[in-house]
C-alpha cells in the first residue's frame, strides 16, 4: 500500500463522503415529486420509494458479504459507485409506474450499498490513522447543504435533469474511490484459515454474533423505529410541501437547511459519547424526531424550516452513534457486515414500514393526519422500547450485585 500522509487520507475521505451525499442530493429529494408530477398516486409513490429498502435487505448484505469476504473492498464499492452511475438512467424509460418500477431497482441493486460499503472503509481508515469521522463525515453534510439547492434550482426549470446530475455526482464519486490504496490483506480471513478454525470460533449463522456487545440490540431498535418517522419524512414532507403551494427550488433550499443542522453535531458528538451513553442520545433522538414531524403540521414556511432544522439531532445522531460503536465492537475483517446490519435495519426493515405506512396513512387520511399519526406511533413504541431497555439494564444489574 502507498504510503500517504495523514493529511491526503484525510481529504480523499472527506470527498469521499462528500460526493456520495452530492450525487443523492441531485435526484433523492425530488424524486417523490417527480412521481406525483408524473401523475402517480400516494400508494404507488410509497411502493416505490420501498424497493430501495428491499434492496438494502435482499441485495445490500451480498455485496457487504463479496467485499469482507474478498477483502477487495475499494473494488466493490467501486463497482455499486459505477453501477449506480449508469442504471439512474433507466429512469428516461419512461413516466409510468412500471418504468418507474424498473428504473427504481435497477438504482437500488447498487446505491443502496454505497454508504455502509464506505463507511466500512472511511470508519476503519480512520481509526487506523487516528482521524476524526466526524470531521470526515462534514463532508457529506457540507456537501448536501451546498448542491441540494443547486439541485433544486435546476430541477424547478426541468425535473428531468435531477437523473443527468446524479450520474455526474456519481462519477466524480467513483474517481475518488479509486484513489483509495489497496486493501490491506491482513484484514481479510483466508478461506483456508476458515475452514480450519474450530466450531467454537468460527462465527455464527447469525449475523449479529459478530458484535461483541449486547447494547447493539437497543441501538439497533431506536434506529429502526427513528428511521419509520425518518422515511416517512423523506418521502412525504415534500409532497406536503408541493400541497402547501412549495416549488422544488423551496425544498431545495430546507433540504439545505436539514443538511447544515447536522454540523453542530457532528461537531459535537464525541465529546457527548464520552460523558453519554449512545442508548441514551438515541432515546432522546427519537423524540426529537417526533417533534420534527409535528412541526410541519404548522402549514407555513416558518414550521417547515423549524422542522428541518431539527433534522440533525433526529438523524445525525442516531446514525453516528450506531455507526461508530458498530466500527468499535465489531472485528476488522467484519467491518462491512457491520455497518450492513445498520443500513439493513433504517435503509431496509425502517424504510419499507415508513413508507408503506405512510402512504397508506396519507391516502387514507390526508397528509395532515397522516403527520399526527405518525408522531404518536414514534413516541408510543419509542417510550416502551426505552422502558424494556430501563427494565432490561435493572436485570443486569441485579445480576452483576448478585
Same mark, same amino acid.
Given at each position: 500500500?502507498?504510503?500517504?500522509?495523514?493529511?491526503?487520507?484525510?481529504?480523499?475521505?472527506?470527498?469521499?463522503?462528500?460526493?456520495?451525499?452530492?450525487?443523492?442530493?441531485?435526484?433523492?429529494?425530488?424524486?417523490?415529486?417527480?412521481?406525483?408530477?408524473?401523475?402517480?398516486?400516494?400508494?404507488?409513490?410509497?411502493?416505490?420509494?420501498?424497493?430501495?429498502?428491499?434492496?438494502?435487505?435482499?441485495?445490500?448484505?451480498?455485496?457487504?458479504?463479496?467485499?469482507?469476504?474478498?477483502?477487495?473492498?475499494?473494488?466493490?464499492?467501486?463497482?455499486?459507485?459505477?453501477?449506480?452511475?449508469?442504471?439512474?438512467?433507466?429512469?428516461?424509460?419512461?413516466?409510468?409506474?412500471?418504468?418507474?418500477?424498473?428504473?427504481?431497482?435497477?438504482?437500488?441493486?447498487?446505491?443502496?450499498?454505497?454508504?455502509?460499503?464506505?463507511?466500512?472503509?472511511?470508519?476503519?481508515?480512520?481509526?487506523?490513522?487516528?482521524?476524526?469521522?466526524?470531521?470526515?463525515?462534514?463532508?457529506?453534510?457540507?456537501?448536501?447543504?451546498?448542491?441540494?439547492?443547486?439541485?433544486?434550482?435546476?430541477?424547478?426549470?426541468?425535473?428531468?435533469?435531477?437523473?443527468?446530475?446524479?450520474?455526474?455526482?456519481?462519477?466524480?464519486?467513483?474517481?475518488?474511490?479509486?484513489?483509495?490504496?489497496?486493501?490491506?490483506?491482513?484484514?481479510?480471513?483466508?478461506?483456508?484459515?476458515?475452514?480450519?478454525?474450530?466450531?467454537?470460533?468460527?462465527?455464527?449463522?447469525?449475523?449479529?454474533?459478530?458484535?461483541?456487545?449486547?447494547?447493539?440490540? *437497543?441501538? #439497533? /431498535?431506536?434506529?429502526? %423505529?427513528?428511521?419509520? &418517522?425518518? $422515511?416517512?419524512? @423523506?418521502?412525504?414532507? !415534500?409532497?406536503?410541501?408541493?400541497?402547501?403551494?412549495?416549488?422544488?427550488?423551496?425544498?431545495?433550499?430546507?433540504?439545505?437547511?436539514?443538511?447544515?443542522?447536522?454540523?453542530?453535531?457532528?461537531?459535537?458528538?464525541?465529546?457527548?459519547?464520552?460523558?453519554?451513553?449512545?442508548?441514551?442520545?438515541?432515546?432522546?433522538?427519537? *423524540?426529537? #424526531? /417526533?417533534?420534527?414531524? %409535528?412541526?410541519?403540521? &404548522?402549514? $407555513?414556511?416558518? @414550521?417547515?424550516?423549524? !422542522?428541518?432544522?431539527?433534522?440533525?439531532?433526529?438523524?445525525?445522531?442516531?446514525?453516528?452513534?450506531?455507526?461508530?460503536?458498530?466500527?468499535?465492537?465489531?472485528?476488522?475483517?467484519?467491518?462491512?457486515?457491520?455497518?450492513?446490519?445498520?443500513?439493513?435495519?433504517?435503509?431496509?426493515?425502517?424504510?419499507?414500514?415508513?413508507?408503506?405506512?405512510?402512504?397508506?396513512?396519507?391516502?387514507?387520511?390526508?397528509?395532515?393526519?397522516?403527520?399526527?399519526?405518525?408522531?404518536?406511533?414514534?413516541?408510543?413504541?419509542?417510550?416502551?422500547?426505552?422502558?424494556?431497555?430501563?427494565?432490561?439494564?435493572?436485570?443486569?444489574?441485579?445480576?452483576?450485585?448478585?
Amino acid at each position: 500500500m502507498n504510503k500517504l500522509s495523514n493529511r491526503k487520507i484525510s481529504l480523499n475521505l472527506f470527498l469521499i463522503n462528500a460526493f456520495i451525499y452530492i450525487s443523492f442530493s441531485q435526484y433523492n429529494p425530488f424524486l417523490a415529486p417527480y412521481f406525483a408530477k408524473a401523475g402517480i398516486n400516494a400508494v404507488e409513490i410509497g411502493i416505490l420509494l420501498t424497493i430501495g429498502p428491499i434492496s438494502s435487505i435482499l441485495i445490500q448484505p451480498i455485496w457487504a458479504i463479496i467485499s469482507d469476504r474478498t477483502g477487495k473492498r475499494r473494488e466493490v464499492l467501486s463497482v455499486v459507485v459505477l453501477g449506480s452511475a449508469l442504471s439512474i438512467f433507466s429512469y428516461y424509460i419512461g413516466k409510468t409506474f412500471l418504468s418507474f418500477f424498473i428504473a427504481s431497482t435497477l438504482l437500488a441493486v447498487f446505491s443502496t450499498s454505497i454508504v455502509p460499503l464506505s463507511d466500512a472503509i472511511i470508519l476503519r481508515s480512520a481509526n487506523k490513522n487516528q482521524l476524526d469521522f466526524s470531521k470526515i463525515r462534514m463532508g457529506g453534510t457540507v456537501g448536501y447543504a451546498i448542491f441540494v439547492i443547486f439541485a433544486g434550482i435546476i430541477v424547478k426549470r426541468n425535473s428531468d435533469l435531477a437523473f443527468i446530475m446524479g450520474f455526474i455526482g456519481f462519477l466524480i464519486l467513483f474517481i475518488f474511490v479509486r484513489l483509495l490504496p489497496k486493501d490491506d490483506a491482513i484484514e481479510t480471513l483466508p478461506k483456508k484459515e476458515y475452514l480450519h478454525m474450530d466450531r467454537e470460533t468460527k462465527p455464527r449463522g447469525s449475523l449479529l454474533h459478530i458484535f461483541e456487545s449486547k447494547q447493539i440490540y *437497543f441501538l #439497533l /431498535a431506536f434506529a429502526f %423505529i427513528s428511521q419509520v &418517522g425518518l $422515511s416517512f419524512v @423523506f418521502s412525504f414532507q !415534500s409532497v406536503y410541501m408541493v400541497h402547501m403551494g412549495f416549488s422544488t427550488q423551496t425544498i431545495g433550499i430546507t433540504g439545505s437547511i436539514a443538511a447544515i443542522s447536522e454540523l453542530p453535531v457532528l461537531f459535537l458528538m464525541n465529546r457527548v459519547l464520552n460523558k453519554v451513553s449512545p442508548t441514551k442520545i438515541t432515546i432522546l433522538a427519537c *423524540f426529537i #424526531l /417526533a417533534l420534527r414531524i %409535528i412541526t410541519v403540521t &404548522g402549514e $407555513s414556511l416558518f @414550521f417547515v424550516i423549524l !422542522s428541518q432544522a431539527l433534522h440533525g439531532l433526529s438523524f445525525m445522531t442516531i446514525y453516528f452513534c450506531c455507526a461508530v460503536f458498530i466500527s468499535k465492537n465489531v472485528k476488522p475483517e467484519n467491518q462491512s457486515k457491520g455497518q450492513s446490519i445498520l443500513a439493513l435495519i433504517q435503509t431496509g426493515l425502517g424504510s419499507i414500514v415508513g413508507n408503506i405506512l405512510g402512504g397508506y396513512l396519507v391516502d387514507s387520511y390526508g397528509l395532515k393526519t397522516a403527520f399526527v399519526t405518525m408522531t404518536i406511533l414514534i413516541i408510543t413504541v419509542a417510550g416502551l422500547t426505552a422502558l424494556l431497555q430501563y427494565i432490561y439494564q435493572r436485570k443486569q444489574k441485579t445480576v452483576i450485585n448478585e
